[in-house]
Every structure is written in C-alpha cells, then in structure tokens.
C-alpha cells in the first residue's frame, strides 16, 4: 500500500524558517517523480517544487526559488522541503505527491498524495 505522510508544519514568523517532511511506504523513492504543493482555501492548488531522484532534475516555483530546498533521503524515504527567509504570502496546507512518469510540476500530474500539513506565516 504506496502511503504519504506529512509533518512538520507550523506557526513561524515572517523570515523564519521550517522544514517539511514526506515519509513515504509501499515504494521506492528513486523509481518515482516527488512533488510539494500548497493550497490557500478558494484558490487553486499549485507545484512548489519538484523531483526526479532518478535524474536529479528539479523545479521550483519563481515564488519559493532561492528560499525553498527540496531534498531527498533514500535510506529513509523521506522527501523534504526547508522553507527559509518566509513570507506571510507562503501561508497555505502544504502537500506532497508522488507519481512515476509525471512530466510536469502541476496537480493534475500526480496520483499518490499525502494528508497535508499547514504552515502559518504570521507576526
């Protein structure tokens, strides 16, 4: 059974810093496409940034890049996303997902999600 579970979400102040956490079962990480995403309520859910363990390749958001690092641990099978220098604009419930041929860093890519974790920027 391929299960996502997130953690590490919270309440932080502008220009603190997190760091997430996707603990994946039931699958090898390196034989699939690992994605975050966040979703503010009445918006739409959006890619933050994106991985392929088998190439390496990564994306991320013009919003989050230069701030936000997505790595990977395979002995542990844990994907992570630290989330430095935040803004109050980055205050949403932040999901990972995972597929295996996802070509894009968009939802509708991705068949495998995690339960969400809220992160609140705010003084």
């Known amino acids: ?12 102040q502008p220009g603190g810093s997190l760091r997430l956490s996707c603990a994946a079962s039931g699958f090898t990480l390196d034989y699939y496409r690992i994605g975050w995403f966040r979703q503010v309520p009445g918006k739409e859910r959006e890619g933050i940034s994106c991985i392929s363990d088998t190439d390496g390749n990564t994306y991320y958001a013009d919003s ?34 995972a597929d295996i041929t996802a070509p894009m860093c968009v939802p509708y890519e991705y068949d495998y999600w995690g339960q969400g974790t809220r992160v609140t920027v705010s003084s």
């Not at 230069?66 to 395979?74: A, E, H, M, P, Q």
């Open 64 to 97: 989050v890049k230069g701030r936000f690092t997505i790595s990977v641990d395979n002995a542990k099978k844990t994907v992570y996303l630290q989330m430095d220098s935040l803004k109050p604009e980055d205050t949403a419930v932040y999901y990972c997902a």
């Open 1 to 12: 059974q391929l299960q996502l579970v997130e953690s590490g979400g919270g309440l932080v």
